[in-house]
């Protein structure tokens, strides 16, 4: 099958396609005005956007509590207990509880530090300056440890510096101390909420480098740097000892041999201490902070790659996203994820990369981008709407395609979402296929595209073969036999595209109504439109003034020759007016949706002057013409029903012929072809084997008619497969208990040969045009038509 659509395919571009050259060229605009490139640039300007946002963002850190915030998270995450070669010597609450709640002074430092230099500490950091003099006794006492000490011991120091308009003062021990003593830097930077911390591995000081306490406790050596402690070590698992405990020796020396320690603050009243952003019930003094730094430098130096690899990340994705003929932000979504997820392993490698500040880049993309997926792509399926390929500019070169998709509603009911994105993908895809057309749009039941200019008749070559192929496409691919699709074409080329684009669109909807399989809007079409706006004008005088005029042909009885019935048919003449086409007339109200009205004002007089008929034969069947759709209006039944009580009218005598094109909805008719039945009138499929009826309407309206189109029974004479239809249709009706009548008899030979078949009743020319009340009733007088008198 797919081999026969192919070959259909072949065929279609043999027969109709462009020259080779013109095709080119043809492709050549299509790639600088196609909605890709359209989307194209709009995508880039939003990215460029992005990015420019991105880069200010990260230039002036306006993401950085977000960049805290999850590198905590991840810490948290990672979390894990501290290594146990460095040591808290804590000056907590116990301890200035014992020393009469002051701090200690320096014949207790110099004790402490004694014990600890005993008990085999490798380095003693003291994160304090002893910057302030205290009594000449204690500081020659602290001098001389530190003497004795020289190479073990460090003191703490802040460099001058400068924190926005205020300048801070170097904080330093005594110069006494600083003799023999080393200096360890005390500085650090909070940033934004304290979310995080910054530490430098060394600082300069009077043209010297000094180490930070965390490179000391660390015994790094290496170039100086900036980086943030790393949190995911457990604070709470530092080994700590209390302070008053060294001094009273009550901390055994195997805790102590061979480690680092540190001494600093660690009671409650300190304004030395900060909360982690996932423990808020938990404050942890700075001390400790210095002793993570140190388990991050064993590690390695963090390598801090700050927001340039991410933003580099993002600026491809975004790349990736303005090329893509897609609406999906599947590019930004995957990077983003996968930012998230490296930074866990960049973590564990010592790599840091900030990504707030991308993610806020394809965030800000992901929300321009979708705003122009709801301009420029269907909501329904990924396929670009009109607004893609429409232009304020003619096109001379193109013809504008719009492509009705019958039933696609009906479709969504039992069909997921996907199916339907495939369903219309797929025609896309038969419709793209002979390699002339561009970008294909879709917008809620149509498919949109613009194709090379061709000649009326060539055009109507291809539109009628494009249309079967699509047809057969459906039947075989979706097994469905229903759907119909229906082509509308503009060709006026000196109006702008978006234009024409809705008028395609227009012509498609007419064609699905009409049941044709195109309809080409050029100059003709537009005076036909034109003609039947004007006569919608008129219809609509006639109908507020009730005067459409009617007339009757008369249904024979083919065995007797008996005038049995008649079918009302529009006969009017407006006043000064040439006569109305009755089939004209019945389009522009259906455009008009006037269509029940026309019905009404048909019925009201037919039924008026159908009453004379009666009088004479009580079996008389009057039938008026009506739409199948207008099944499922009850308030158009409820004022059939009105009239009939109105004028008395005996419902059994009324025949109600249904014609349609478009497929009917069971559970919309259903109720109301029961309540015609309970009142006794009769239903007619008019025009069988035409348009949607067929076998499917037999069962869809359970009538007690059925009427051979005209056009198989004028070929009768000269088609055997004219009258083979005829002669199955009059069996399969009679099977069915139906009454079969002949439309269109025009002569003697055709109606003996369709009493011979067993058809139950015709009409036509053979025995009367439509004629007024007045003169069907002399006919009837007379018992028999004229042609069997």
Request: glycine share 6%; aromatic share 8%.
């Amino acid at each position: 099958m797919i081999g026969i659509l192919q070959n259909l395919a072949d065929t279609i571009r043999r027969t109709f396609g462009s020259a080779g050259e013109e095709v080119a060229g043809f492709k050549q605009e299509l790639a600088q005005r196609s909605g890709a490139a359209l989307l194209r640039r709009k995508r880039t300007k939003v990215a460029l956007l992005a990015i420019l946002f991105g880069v200010v963002s990260s230039i002036i850190e306006l993401p950085l509590p977000l960049e805290d915030l999850y590198r905590a998270a991840r810490a948290e995450l990672r979390s894990r207990p501290a290594p146990r070669d460095v040591v808290m010597i804590a000056i907590d609450d116990k301890t200035r509880a014992a020393n009469q709640h002051n701090l200690p002074n320096r014949m207790q430092d110099t004790k402490v530090v004694d014990t600890l230099i005993a008990s085999g500490v490798r380095r003693v950091v003291f994160d304090r300056a002893h910057a302030d003099p205290e009594t000449p006794k204690s500081d020659a006492m602290f001098a001389d440890m530190l003497a004795r000490h020289q190479g073990k011991v460090w003191l703490g120091v802040v460099p001058a510096s400068d924190i926005g308009f205020q300048r801070v003062d170097e904080i330093a021990p005594l110069p006494e101390f600083r003799k023999t003593v080393n200096l360890a830097a005390m500085n650090g930077r909070a940033n934004l909420f304290g979310l995080s911390v910054i530490f430098p591995t060394s600082i300069d000081l009077g043209g010297k480098k000094e180490g930070s306490i965390s490179a000391v406790l660390a015994e790094y050596t290496g170039p100086t740097r900036l980086y943030r402690p790393d949190t995911a070590f457990d604070a709470s698992t530092v080994p700590s000892f209390s302070y008053v405990d060294v001094l009273n020796g009550r901390v055994p020396a195997a805790e102590l041999r061979g480690k680092n320690v540190v001494i600093g603050q660690a009671f409650f009243g300190s304004s030395d201490y900060y909360f982690l952003p996932f423990r808020p019930n938990t404050k942890v003094p700075g001390s400790y902070f210095h002793v993570l730094g140190a388990h991050t430098l064993k590690r390695g130096v963090p390598l801090d790659l700050m927001w340039y690899p991410a933003m580099l990340l993002a600026a491809l994705a975004m790349a990736v996203q303005v090329v893509s003929r897609r609406r999906a932000s599947n590019s930004l979504m995957i990077t983003s994820f996968g930012l998230l997820i490296a930074t866990f392993v960049f973590d564990e490698f010592t790599f840091n990369i900030d990504i707030m500040s991308a993610l806020l880049a394809m965030g800000a993309a992901a929300i321009g981008f979708q705003r122009i997926n709801r301009k420029y792509y269907s909501s329904d399926v990924d396929a670009m709407t009109t607004s893609a390929i429409a232009s304020d500019r003619p096109s001379e070169e193109r013809d504008v395609y719009a492509l009705k998709i019958a039933n696609l509603a009906e479709f969504s009911e039992e069909w997921t979402a996907r199916e339907i994105g495939e369903f219309v993908n797929t025609l896309i895809a038969y419709v793209k296929g002979p390699g002339e057309v561009g970008d294909v749009a879709f917008e809620r039941d149509l498919l949109v595209w613009l194709a090379p200019r061709m000649e009326n008749g060539e055009l109507e070559r291809h539109a009628d073969g494009l249309a079967m192929m699509l047809k057969t496409a459906i039947s075989y691919d979706w097994q469905s036999s229903n759907s119909a699709p229906a082509l509308g074409i503009d060709t006026n080329h000196d109006l702008p595209v978006a234009s024409r684009i809705k008028k395609a669109m227009q012509a498609a909807d007419e064609a699905a109504n009409r049941g044709v399989r195109f309809i080409i809007n050029d100059a003709a079409h537009l005076e036909a439109r034109n003609n039947r706006l004007q006569l919608i004008k008129v219809l609509e005088k006639g109908l507020r003034d009730r005067d459409i005029g009617v007339a009757y042909q008369p249904k024979v009885d083919l065995a007797s020759g008996r005038i049995v019935g008649a079918e009302t048919l529009i006969r009017w003449q407006p006043e000064g007016e040439e006569p109305v086409n009755p089939q004209d007339l019945v389009l522009a109200a259906e455009a008009g949706d006037r269509i029940n009205e026309l019905t009404l004002v048909v019925m009201e007089k037919a039924l008026l002057e159908g009453k004379q008929a009666i009088a004479l034969d009580p079996r008389f069947k009057l039938a008026v013409n009506m739409s199948a759709k207008s099944l499922s209006d009850t308030h158009l039944l409820f004022d059939i029903m009105t009239l009939l009580g109105r004028f008395d009218f005996p419902p059994e005598n009324l025949t109600l012929e249904l014609t349609e094109t478009a497929k009917l909805e069971d559970d919309r008719i259903a109720p109301q072809i029961a309540a015609l039945k309970a009142r006794g009138i009769g239903l007619s499929i008019d025009d069988f084997g035409t348009g949607q009826s067929n076998l499917e309407y037999i069962e869809k309206l359970p009538s007690s008619e059925l009427k051979i189109d005209k056009r198989f029974v004028q070929h009768m004479a000269t088609s055997e497969e004219s009258r083979a239809v005829v002669r199955a249709t009059i069996e399969i009706a009679h099977s069915l208990g139906k009454t079969v009548v002949a439309e269109g008899v025009e002569d003697l030979s055709v109606a003996a040969a369709l009493t011979a078949m067993g058809c139950d009743q015709a009409q036509g020319y053979l025995f009367s045009r439509a004629i007024p009340m007045s003169e069907l009733l002399v006919m009837m007088g007379g018992r028999r038509s004229a042609i069997y008198s």
